[in-house]
Nanobody, 123 residues
Framework: VQLQASGGGLVKAGGSLRLSCVAS????????MGWFRQAPGKESEFVAG????????GLADSVKGRFTISRDNAKSTLYLQMNNLKPEDTAVYYC?????????????????WGQGTLVTVSS
């Protein structure tokens, strides 16, 4: 399975971006998926996760009320809508496919990773 993330870019604080992650195989429709991010000099952190059918989602406290995760299994695509972006959201964002069908909040629960897309939020 290959995951291709896109949609990153440079945006001013308060702006919005939508990240997309296209999977090469329809098999990911049976798996939970998620987004992680890594800022320069910091550890990778969980951002959002979604169950196989989109019925359950989970968000990090730092992005609740601003970010929304969704998926379209017919298109094998995962999304992350990011609104009211803040400079502290600046990071490389990675999409990943989980080993299970549920929402997974730890990186060890994922076995396929995309290449990352850079999000830069200016103040």
């Amino acid at each position: 399975v290959q995951l291709q993330a896109s949609g990153g870019g440079l945006v001013k604080a308060g702006g919005s971006l939508r990240l997309s992650c296209v999977a090469s195989a329809r098999t990911t429709s049976n798996n939970g998926m998620g987004w992680f991010r890594q800022a320069p000099g910091k550890e990778s952190e969980f951002v959002a996760g979604i169950s196989w059918n989109g019925g359950r989602t989970g968000l990090a406290d730092s992005v609740k009320g601003r970010f929304t995760i969704s998926r379209d299994n017919a298109k094998s695509t995962l999304y992350l809508q990011m609104n009211n972006l803040k400079p502290e959201d600046t990071a490389v964002y990675y999409c990943a496919a989980a080993r299970s069908a549920t929402v997974v909040g730890v990186p060890t629960g994922y076995n396929y990773w995309g290449q990352g897309t850079l999000v830069t939020v200016s103040s």
